[in-house]
C-alpha cells in the first residue's frame, strides 16, 4: 500500500509542480480587475483539446467563441456556506455544459479559458480571446448578496449595441428556461453607477469583440440554486442559443 501511495504521490507532484510555477500566487475575483501578473495558465481549446499554456489561440474556423468560466483554483469567487456552494464550481460546470451546445454547430470554434479548477489572470482571460480574434466573449459568473435573487448580465460602459443585444439575447432565452427574477441588462460594474463610475468589468472592457458577463443567479438563494441544479442543461442551452441567435443576426455566422 505504501507503495502505491509514493506513486500516486509522484504523479500529483508532476502534474501540479509546473502548474505552481506557472499560475500567479494572487487572487484575481472580478473586484479586483486591475492585478495581473502572471502571464500563463492552463489553458485548454475545447475544439482540440490541447493544452495551450504558452501559443496564442489561432481561429480556425469562421465563427469564434470564447467561453469564460469565472474564477478557479485559489479564487474560489461568491462562496455560501449553507449549504456549500462555491462560484468557481457552477461557473466551470456551466461553461462546459456551454461549450458542448456550441460544439453542436458545424464550423464554429470554441474557446474555453479554463476546463479546470485552475486559477486564470483576468488578463489571460482577455488575452486569450483578442488572440484568437474571436467574434463574441461570454462570461459565467454566479453572484452573492446579503438578500438577494436572480439573473443579470453585465456589458461594457463604452459598449456599443452588439453587447446589449447579446446580453438581450441570452436574458430573453434564460427567462423562458424559468428565473427568480430578471434583474435587468447592466452597464458598468457591480455597486457602481455606469454613468458615474470609469470602469466596467475588466474581461468586457478588456476584450475587443462584443461581450457580455452573466451573473446566473446567487449562490446563497436557495431558489437559485435549485433552478441551477434542474434547469442546468436547459440554461445551458439558452445561453448557447442566444450566442448563436445573435452571430447569425450579425452576420458572424452563416448556418
Ligand atoms: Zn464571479
Known amino acids: 500500500m505504501a507503495g502505491r501511495r509514493r506513486i500516486r504521490w509522484e504523479r500529483v507532484a508532476l502534474v501540479f509542480i509546473p502548474l505552481f510555477l ?17 502571464d500563463s495558465s492552463a489553458i485548454v481549446d475545447t ?22 468560466a469565472g474564477h478557479g483554483g485559489n479564487d474560489g469567487g461568491c462562496v455560501s456556506d449553507t449549504p456549500l456552494r462555491i462560484e468557481k464550481e457552477d461557473t466551470l460546470r456551466m461553461s462546459e455544459a456551454v461549450c458542448e451546445k456550441l460544439e453542436t454547430y458545424p464550423n464554429v470554434q470554441v474557446i474555453a479559458t479554463r476546463e479546470e479548477d485552475v486559477f486564470v489572470e483576468l488578463e489571460e482571460r482577455c488575452r486569450i480571446a483578442n488572440d484568437a480574434n474571436a467574434d463574441l466573449f461570454v462570461s459565467i459568473h454566479r453572484n452573492i448578496a446579503e438578500v438577494g435573487n436572480g439573473v443579470e ?13 447579446l446580453a438581450e439575447y441570452i436574458m430573453e432565452l434564460l427567462e423562458d428556461v424559468g428565473i427568480s427574477r430578471n434583474r435587468g441588462i447592466r452597464y458598468g460594474f457591480r455597486g457602481e453607477s455606469a454613468d458615474e463610475s470609469g470602469h466596467s468589468y475588466y474581461v468586457n472592457a478588456n476584450t475587443n469583440m462584443p461581450s457580455c458577463l452573466i451573473e446566473l443567479g446567487f449562490v446563497n438563494s436557495e431558489e437559485d440554486n ?23 443576426d450579425q452576420g458572424m455566422y452563416k448556418p
Open 226 to 248: 435549485t433552478n441551477f441544479d434542474q434547469k442546468f442543461d436547459a440554461y445551458a442551452d439558452a445561453i448557447a442559443q442566444g450566442i448563436m441567435e445573435l452571430a447569425i
Open 22 to 38: 506557472l499560475l500567479c500566487t494572487q487572487c484575481g475575483g472580478d473586484e479586483k480587475p486591475q492585478e495581473s501578473q502572471s
Open 153 to 165: 448580465i453585465w456589458v461594457n460602459k463604452e459598449t456599443d449595441e452588439v453587447d446589449r443585444q
Open 47 to 68: 475544439q482540440s483539446g490541447a493544452e495551450n499554456a504558452e501559443q496564442p489561440f489561432q481561429a480556425t474556423a469562421d465563427f469564434v467563441v470564447v467561453i469564460d
